[in-house]
């Protein structure tokens, strides 16, 4: 159980485009989904963290602009990076919990690797 | 939430247990202490969490001592696809949720 699905899992595209991940609890209710960042050889920083229905909190200097995120029903969260550039390039996890249910752990997708060229 | 401290790295030979340290001398009443563990490359993966009794489930086993200030990760029979990096974190209840990952410790389980 417990199952978190990412997608893309890799995606590679020019300078300026914008990129859409998906990230989908596939048997629980994620009132809760959060979304982490990954630099090569360092650890995961949270970006932003979404309520089902509420506009997301964002973590200090990551730009809400720029890094859409969107969680309209409780199964289906996304992240929107606008006109990427390559400095955007990283590793974006995302993960889930039902936050009705107390200690509740979260659970992690496999993550998207995106490359700016 | 309390800040957690963990050896960087540490080697385990395959068919022994590991046993992976993490201090948090400052955990307060209503933390708890969560493990999760990343494999090269893929997102984290959720091991066993605990708030002052020891657990058990069917991957790990977590003892916690008795002033809550420290506990340890066990691994009964390591395997080399446990090779891993683990991190230790303790969350409560006024931080929603929210992980913050430290460098955790990097697990190199050896034939």
């Known amino acids: 159980g417990a199952v978190v699905s990412q997608h893309p899992s890799w995606v590679i595209c020019k300078s300026g485009t914008s990129v859409k991940i998906e990230c989908r609890s596939l048997d629980f209710q994620a009132t809760t989904m959060f979304w982490y960042r990954q630099f090569p050889k360092q650890s995961l920083m949270l970006m932003a963290t979404s309520n089902e229905g509420s506009k997301a909190t964002y973590e200090q200097g990551v730009e809400k602009d720029k890094f859409l995120i969107n969680h309209a029903s409780l199964t289906l969260s996304t992240l929107t990076v606008t006109s990427a550039h390559p400095e955007d390039s990283s590793f974006y996890i995302c993960?889930?919990?039902?936050?009705?249910?107390?200690?509740?752990?979260?659970?992690f997708g496999d993550g998207t690797r995106l490359s700016i060229l | 939430d309390a800040k957690t401290t963990q050896p960087p790295s540490m080697d385990c030979a395959e068919g022994r247990a590991a046993n992976l340290p993490c201090n948090h001398s400052?955990?307060?009443?209503?933390?708890?202490v969560y493990w999760y563990r990343q494999i090269h490359s893929q997102g984290p993966q959720y091991i066993i969490h605990?708030?002052?009794n020891n657990e058990t489930n069917e991957m790990a086993s977590l003892i916690i001592t008795e002033d809550r200030k420290s506990s340890t990760l066990i691994l009964p029979h390591a395997t080399l696809r446990d090779t891993a990096v683990y991190y230790c974190i303790v969350i409560g209840g006024t931080s929603y949720g929210k992980l913050t990952f430290g460098q955790g410790t990097i697990l190199t389980v050896h034939p």
């Open positions: 993960s889930a919990r039902d936050g009705r249910k107390s200690n509740q752990p979260q659970h």
């Open positions: 605990g708030l002052k």
């Open positions: 400052t955990i307060s009443g209503n933390e708890y």
